[in-house]
């Protein structure tokens, strides 16, 4: 059975840095993107990866954060840096098992719990 597992939310400092994990199983994957949403607001898509050579961010994160990945897709990361206040939200791993990758949510098959980042200014 399928299942995603996030971790490495926490409550930081603005200017602070924070790194997520994602732990996938059960999975044959080939897209992998991190979104988070904060309450009130539509859920975001933060990163996205392809491939080590192929990843996009939002405006947003751009410069801040960044996504990998292990060789055989069985983690996902996010690394976080120089956070925000406006970062605060549950942030969520998804995959999408379409063959050409998407940041549309409602396309994602599988999706995790989420873990919870708060930035305090």
């Known amino acids: 059975q399928a299942q995603l597992m996030e971790s490495g939310g926490a409550s930081v400092q603005a200017g602070g840095s924070l790194s997520l994990s994602c732990v996938a199983s059960g999975l044959s994957v080939s897209c992998m993107s991190w979104f988070r949403q904060a309450p009130g607001k539509e859920r975001e898509r933060v990163a996205r990866?392809?491939?080590?050579?192929?990843?996009s961010y939002a405006d947003s994160v751009k410069g801040r954060f960044t996504i990998s990945k292990d060789n055989a897709w069985n983690t996902l990361y996010l690394q976080m840096n120089s956070l925000k206040p406006e970062d605060t939200a549950m942030y969520y791993c998804a995959v999408y098992l379409g063959l050409v990758c998407t940041d549309d949510p409602g396309r994602y098959s599988y999706w995790g719990q989420g873990t919870q980042v708060t930035v305090s200014s």
């Open positions: 990866i392809v491939s080590a050579d192929s990843t």
